[in-house]
């Protein structure tokens, strides 16, 4: 006796389209958190945004895939729109296979190397400490630079540097990030907020303004960090306050090896110096 089930054309056309969504979100959440890295604050843009694109690429494909109707299209979309809202977070804080996968092609895609730059821009960044030894990198995971230290070279209190003319707009005391500041700078005509977090010792004040290569505090290992004495700073586009969530920061945040470049009078730990691009101003 063959039993045939009646809804096999509907269950293959439900599969499709969640098959097609779930490789389609990955675009899609790309965008809209490339987005998010604007200097648009409104939670209604995204939300407006993230709503067009799912229903731009939902209703390209069915229009592109004859097999697929209008109603299947709209399906599509609004399995992209629901795969938007937090899938990308999702996988990149996923043990899974799947996560691991992602984080991994993520994470060669941040590390690929940039084309060595020839001359700094006509206003740059010199690197925070005298001793440049990258202990943990950037990251969609860590979007910061882990500096550390040197016994040679200033001991674990070197003094910590202003990359840049900046003022400081924080200067505080936390059990999660010790003694920090955060002061705001703008390069080239474009505004980026700094953050130093983990100091043993400050030496500026709020509203204080600060000229490259000042000392504003010393290497320390207050808060809750785990990795020893340390600087972990952090360089974000905008002038804003602390942003309290990993995916907020990570939408804003800057590569420090990516604007930092090597002053004369500084020095590269030999190990950093072959796994990274560092860059050095003439």
Known sequence: MNIEFIYMKELESFVQILMLGFVLSLPVCYLVESL??????AGWFYFIASILISAGFGLGFADTFTEMNLSEGIWLAVCLWLGSQGFYEKLKASDGMLGKMFVS?????EKAEPLPKEEPEKDFLIFPVNYVGVTTPYSSKHPAIDFGFSSEHGGKNQPIIAPSDMEVVEVGNSAVIGRNIRA?????????TYRFIHLSDTSVEKGQKVKKGEVIGKM?????????????FDIWKGHTADLSSSSQRYAKSVDPLEMCYLAKDQIVGEDTDKKYNIMRAK
């Open 105 to 109: 092609v993520s994470d060669m895609i």
């Open 184 to 192: 705001y700078a703008t390069i080239n005509g474009v505004k980026y």
């Open 220 to 232: 320390g290992d207050t808060g809750s960090s785990s990795n020893g004495y340390h600087l972990h």
């Open 36 to 41: 998010k890295a604007t200097e648009i604050k």
